[in-house]
């Protein structure tokens, strides 16, 4: 008897989710950290920063939401970190299994984690008063967007945790990471109030391309373009280049820097 | 004691052998290891015949592990080849997989699973079905003494009975070939009869074990065939009768009050002794195998006789480090080997 991939990759994940049943508290960066955000930025920050069209809540969610899907890099790299700290991983390598339904395994756990965050963060936002203004269609385009970016980002979070030496390590090369890259851009503020150079980096970034495309399939109010570069200019399909190219590269360099981190 | 009914929960779970076991031994010819500038291990020979238990002995460091990670295919030999169950374990690695367990010297399994769903979930990787891997779970928990912790997180297992658990999960595929590395290490004195008695019973029915030790004792009980390494390279091989002939009886340790007392007392157990004294100058020890039949009072006697101040006298079995004293004496002096 041999199990076919998919029913590898659902063993491996199931023991993820397992994990998360015993320490619930995994779950805080995914669930209550989101709605957190979104509460303190709609009532806190509102107040002050001012967006044209449609109100600072409806420009929020587009923003938060990218922002906590990037940050979810940090689940799957500390898990991974972890096993290949304990010998967990040597258990499994030795055994009759395929070594990519190992890193699928994990992908499929995280996905779930990441579904949740974007039902609770859409939840936490029509409850505060964030509304879609666009066809059905686009709505839908909006959240397929969302899910390939998410993708994107737990694979690059899987490379991560194999590359750090410790589950330690991973906070602090995530915060370094995700921070700048989350910050500059158009998440909480118009690009327009960025000094020059940052309104650049910001253009191309992908995080803001991402969240302008989020912005415009809803019908929410998008930051006002201030450097006229391709991907900020066409937001929609720059989002879509730059989420498939991340899964791909992501998929890749996690499979190889495994393969080479449990060859020796 | 373990119940053992290994032969028969394979059956039951539909794990058979595919093969008779006539080819389920082990080959290796020239296995060499190198990490950077360093030889782990060096000119590896090995046959292990079908059903037999072979030990590898030697202390941290010597190669052990590295052999053992290189015959189960999560380490790549350097130079030479390997076969275990008849498959080459670089060409055919994934084919190996499917025939070996293994229990490695750190733990492997998941503490924050229990104990039965890390069972459960190596047991599907296995291709078990989820019933079956329930069962053949638990009758090992059971076999291992583990049936009153089965639902219990494994990061709340002691020590021991991880180690019981590392061994359970290397037996769930009902493998050909058992890998173990220091397997008791950790255990208490009745767990660790009770997993010999349990390997024995394996090895009956047909399993072939490599087991790894840094106890004599335990490779002498064992072992159908010892191999000696010491940093990387063979020192020893042979039946554990074979390598006690070569390393002697008992030991016979003499402490003596100063530093010029050693040669002396080396002289007046010259008599008594096998072979020649070692010295162990910062403890003051002179030690040497003994005859068989000697009797300590004799020795006592003719130290007395000899005018020399013995502090005290000691006579024991030969230890690992006595193994290497014996086999590598020309390459090591006792200050490195007990550093």
């Known amino acids: 008897m041999s199990n076919t991939l998919l029913t590898e990759s659902r063993i ?10 015993q320490v619930p508290e995994k779950l805080t960066n995914v669930t209550i950290q989101p709605l957190m955000f979104v509460l303190l930025f709609a009532y806190v920050f509102g107040g002050a920063i001012k967006v044209g069209g449609g109100g600072y809540k409806e420009y929020l969610i587009g923003g938060i ?8 890099m940090m689940g799957p790299a500390m898990s991974i970190a972890t096993d290949l700290q304990e010998g967990v991983i040597d258990r499994f390598r030795s055994l009759p299994s395929r070594r990519s339904a190992y890193l699928l395994g994990h992908y ?7 579904l949740l965050t974007i039902v609770i963060l859409l939840g936490t936002g029509l409850i505060v008063g964030w509304r879609t203004h666009a066809p059905f269609l686009h709505v839908v385009e909006a959240l397929l967007l969302l899910l390939v970016f998410a993708s994107a980002i737990i694979w690059i979070g899987l490379w991560m945790g194999i590359l750090v030496r410790s589950p330690d390590a991973v906070m602090g090369v995530g915060f370094v990471v995700v921070f700048p890259i989350t910050f500059i851009s158009n998440a909480f503020v118009p690009l327009e109030s960025l000094p020059n150079i940052l309104q650049w980096v910001a253009s191309v970034n992908p995080v803001s391309v991402l969240i302008a495309a989020v912005r415009t399939l809803f019908g929410n109010p998008v930051a006002p373009v201030t450097k006229h570069v391709w991907p900020i200019d066409h937001p929609v399909g720059a989002a879509w280049l730059y989420s498939v190219a991340l899964v791909v590269l992501g ?3 996690a499979q190889r820097r495994y393969r080479a981190r449990t060859t020796d | 004691m373990y119940e053992t009914s290994v032969q028969h929960t394979k059956d039951s779970t539909g794990t058979k052998r595919s093969t008779p076991p006539s080819d389920g031994g082990i080959t290796a010819t020239g296995l060499g290891k190198r990490f950077g500038d360093l030889w782990a291990l060096r000119n590896l020979d090995l046959r292990v015949e079908p059903g037999t238990v072979l030990g590898l002995l030697g202390h941290n460091g010597a190669g052990k592990t590295t052999a ?26 994934a084919a190996v997989r499917n025939r070996i367990g293994v229990a490695s010297q750190q733990s492997t399994v998941d503490g924050l699973m229990s104990g039965r769903l890390n069972l459960q979930t190596i047991g599907r990787l296995h291709g078990m079905s989820k019933a079956a891997a329930r069962q053949r779970g638990d009758e090992l928990l059971e076999q291992l003494d583990l049936t009153d912790f089965a639902t219990a997180l494994v990061k709340t297992y002691s020590g021991g009975m991880r180690r019981r658990l590392d061994v359970a999960a290397s037996l ?13 290490t950790g255990l208490d004195p009745r767990s660790r009869g009770d997993l010999w008695q349990m390997l024995a019973d394996l090895v009956r029915e047909g399993t072939t074990i490599i087991l790894t030790t840094q106890y004599l004792e335990e490779a002498d009980r064992m072992a159908d065939d010892i191999v000696v390494l010491d940093h990387g390279e063979t020192v020893a091989h042979g039946t554990p009768a074979e390598l006690k002939a070569r390393i002697g009886d008992d030991r016979l340790d003499i402490k003596v009050a100063a530093a010029g007392e050693l040669v002396a007392a080396a002289g007046a157990l010259s008599a008594f002794a096998e072979s020649d004294a070692t010295f162990d100058t910062e403890q003051l020890v002179v030690t040497a195998p003994i005859k068989a ?17 013995a502090v005290d006298i000691t006579r024991r079995e030969a230890t690992l480090d006595d193994v290497f004293l014996a086999l590598t004496s020309d390459r090591h002096n006792r200050e490195e080997l007990t550093a």
Do not use: C, K, Y
């Not at chain 1, 491996?12 to 049943?21: D, G, K, S, V």
């Not at chain 1, 990218?66 to 940050?71: D, E, N, V, Y």
């Not at chain 2, 189960?72 to 080849?81: I, N, R, V």
């Not at chain 2, 009902?174 to 397997?183: A, N, Q, R, S």
């Open chain 1, 65 to 72: 939401l990218i922002q906590t899907l990037a940050f979810a």
């Open chain 2, 172 to 184: 769930m595929g009902g493998p050909d070939v058992l890998f173990l590395d220091e397997p008791t």
């Open chain 2, 68 to 93: 053992i990670r290189i015959l189960t295919t999560l380490s790549q030999p350097t130079e030479g080849s390997a076969t275990v169950a008849g498959l080459d374990v670089v060409r055919d690695s």
């Open chain 1, 251 to 253: 998929w890749v360099i």
């Open chain 1, 12 to 21: 491996f994940a199931r023991r993820n989710l397992e994990h998360i049943r």
């Open chain 2, 293 to 309: 039949g000697v009797r300590v009072i004799d020795v006592v006697r003719a130290l007395d006789e000899a005018g020399i101040d």
């Open chain 1, 108 to 114: 499929m756990a995280e996905m779930l984690g990441s």
